[in-house]
């Protein structure tokens, strides 16, 4: 079966831009989890959705957003875009967490 | 949220077994134990995951303390491709603070030695 993907793989923007990310879960999967991954910090957990409703948000400003759809698809989005906003951003989807996660192979956004 | 413990690197031999320690004293209950690899430039990828009982599957195996308080992942006969970052996580979903989140740490980083 098709894994998670998520689009762009790479995307280059200027400081003060926004970003819309998307991910494509395993069809079945109902959670979708976001993750910002950067040297100094490592994976950091941002948010995660369950059936287009945001169950839990990391500790992340409220320029970092997303959003769910019907079919499970998921968007993040990030608004005036830093500097320090350039990361690997994940995401990861799951039939229960019992069950694991699967992640995608992220988006590398770097912000100029 | 309950933490673990990882060393920071690990050196193996191609074709030998490798054992990856957690120690994860805090953990409660109901908290699973999860381990995930990150190979590089990649997103990091399911190996395995238990709560009380040990654990085989095709790319590991998962030994836990009878206390859970630490763990071993275990891989059977190291391959160059094995080469990664190892996190030990614990996944609890109770309450909406930990549904649908892992807390990774810094990770153990194995080198394979042909």
């Known amino acids: 079966k098709a894994g998670v993907t998520q689009t762009p793989r790479y995307l280059i923007k200027t400081r003060g831009q926004q970003v819309t990310l998307s991910c494509s879960p395993i069809s079945g999967h109902r959670s979708v989890s976001w993750y910002q991954q950067t040297p100094g910090q490592g994976l950091q957990f941002l948010f995660e959705y369950f059936s287009e409703t945001q169950r839990n948000k990391g500790n992340f400003p409220g320029r970092f957003s997303g959003r769910q759809f019907s079919n499970s698809r998921s968007e993040m989005n990030v608004s005036t875009l830093e500097l320090g906003d350039s990361a690997l951003y994940l995401c990861?989807?799951?039939?229960?967490?019992?069950?694991?996660?699967?992640f995608g192979s992220g988006t590398r956004l770097t912000v100029v | 949220d309950a933490k673990t413990t990882q060393p920071n690197s690990m050196e193996s031999n191609e074709e030998e077994p490798v054992h990856l320690p957690c120690n994860h004293s805090?953990?409660?209950?109901?908290?699973?134990i999860h381990w995930y690899r990150q190979l590089p430039s990649q997103g990091p990828e399911y190996v395995i995951h238990g709560l009380t009982s040990n654990v085989n599957n095709r790319m590991a195996s998962l030994a836990i303390a009878e206390d859970r308080k630490s763990s071993t992942l275990i891989l059977h006969r190291a391959t160059l491709r094995d080469a990664a970052v190892y996190y030990c996580?614990?996944?609890?979903?109770?309450?909406?603070?930990?549904?649908?989140?892992?807390?990774f740490g810094q990770g153990t980083t194995l080198q394979v030695k042909p």
């Open positions: 990861a989807s799951s039939s229960g967490y019992r069950a694991g996660y699967t």
């Open positions: 805090t953990i409660s209950g109901t908290d699973y």
């Open positions: 996580i614990l996944s609890n979903e109770g309450g909406s603070s930990n549904t649908g989140k892992l807390i």
